[in-house]
Structures are given as C-alpha cells and as structure tokens.
C-alpha cells in the first residue's frame, strides 16, 4: 500500500513538472493565450467575492426591512426605518416612493389641490414612475460587473478552442516536416492544445457558475419590489378613499 502510494505521489508530481515544463516552452501566441485566460480567472474571482460581499449586505438589510414593512402599516415609521438599510435597493425603492408621495402632496396642497378622485391615481402615477426609477437604478447597481462574467464564460472556452486547433496545427506542421509521427514530435504541440484548453476551462466554470447564482439573487430583489411597491400603493389608495 505505500509503495502504491508512492507511486501516485511521484506520477503526481511528475505530471506536475511536465505542465510546468509545458506552459514554460510554450509558443508565444500560446503564452498569450494563457495570460490572458489567467487574467480573467482572477478578475472573475475577484469580481465573484465583492459580488458576494455586496449581495449579502443588500440581502441581509432587505430581509430585515422586508420583516418590518409587512408588519407596519405606518408609512411614516417604514420609511424612517428604510434609511437604516442603505445597502437594501427595496428600502431605498420604499423610501424613494414615500418622498415623492409627501413631495406631491405638499405642492398640491400649497395650490389647493385636494386629493380626491383622479388625483389619487395622478398621485399613485407619480409614485410609481418614482419607484420605478429607483428599481432600475438599485437593479444596476447590483447587475454592475455580472456582463463580465458572462463574457468570461462564453469566451475563455473559445480561446481554449483556438489554443487546441494552434496545437493541432503545429502538430501536423511538425509530422510533415519530420516525416513521421512519433509521440516525441508531437507531443509538445499537443501539450499547448491541452493547456489551453484547460485553462480556458478553469476560467468559465466558475464565472458561468457565479453569473448565474447571481441572476438568480437579482430576479429575488426585482421580485420583493414588485411586491413592496404593490403593496404601497394599495397603502396609498385606502388612506384617500
């Protein structure tokens, strides 16, 4: 059982050497290649732990806000609560819809308007087109950098592509001028196509894993406003009837 063992640690590191040994006599072109799908694996991860840090923190504040919006009916107390939560976008959403609500009713009344009738849906327009404004701007916020990793996780696994059909290339390159194929001929080619490939792999797994985990995150907080900004409205509405 050790000399097994052995033998797998030092094919192991074996291996280990021959990839090192690979990526350093690479091609130029595979070099950049290389560079460049290393690049973007860091900037993704990068980008994955700040998306996570920035998520958890509108996460956390929103399910709190959420918590206590649903069991108040006092506009005013939500809205003094919301601007606790500066991380939550469905608390800045609510609290930008009470400011127009107040901001509509405190000119209209300076006119004399009474909100009666078709001024209450002119008053609910208003807030709506509020609310609205500020969902997109939270939304894009949180959507910021989420293009990146999908481009990263279409993209790297075509330039690992490209990297292969070079290594095959030069490997017939190398047959035709040796006139034979021998695994010593074309191994190194072939070697340039796989770490190609791999890397191209190590790049756009975990950022189509990231950017799909995030949508998913995104589409809840679209979600929870939708549904405070309903529920708002409907406020709205009974308190003028």
């Avoid at 059982?1 to 094919?11: E, K, V």
């Avoid at 021959?18 to 595979?30: E, F, G, I, Q, R």
């Avoid at 993704?44 to 009916?73: P, R, V």
């Amino acid at each position: 059982m050790n000399l097994m063992t052995f033998n797998i640690t030092a094919n192991a590191a074996v291996g280990g050497m021959n990839l090192a040994d690979t990526v350093k006599n690479s091609s130029a072109l595979v070099n950049f290649m290389l560079f460049a799908l290393i690049a973007a694996s860091i900037a993704s991860w990068a980008l994955i732990f700040y998306k996570l840090f920035q998520y958890q923190k509108a996460k956390k504040e929103t399910q709190s806000f959420i918590a206590f919006f649903w069991k108040n009916d006092d506009m005013k107390a939500v809205y003094e609560k919301s601007l606790a939560f500066k991380n939550s976008p469905v608390a800045s959403i609510y609290s930008q819809g009470y400011i127009e609500q107040q901001s509509t009713r405190e000119s209209w009344e300076k006119l004399g308007v009474v909100v009666v009738g078709s001024k209450v849906d002119d008053l609910i327009g208003n807030v709506e087109r509020a609310m609205r404004r500020e969902s997109h701007a939270k939304m894009q916020l949180l959507e910021n950098g989420l293009q990146f990793l999908a481009t990263v996780a279409t993209a790297s696994p075509f330039i690992g592509l490209f990297g292969t059909v070079y290594g095959i290339m030069n490997a017939f390159t190398e047959i035709g001028k040796t006139g034979s194929a021998t695994l010593g001929s074309i191994a190194p080619h072939l070697s340039d196509a796989l770490v190609t490939t791999a890397f191209g792999l190590i790049a756009a797994i975990p950022a189509s894993i990231a950017f799909n985990y995030f949508n998913a995150k995104l589409q809840k907080f679209e979600n929870e406003s939708v549904n405070v900004t309903a529920d708002f409205i409907n406020q709205i509405k009974r308190s003028n009837i």
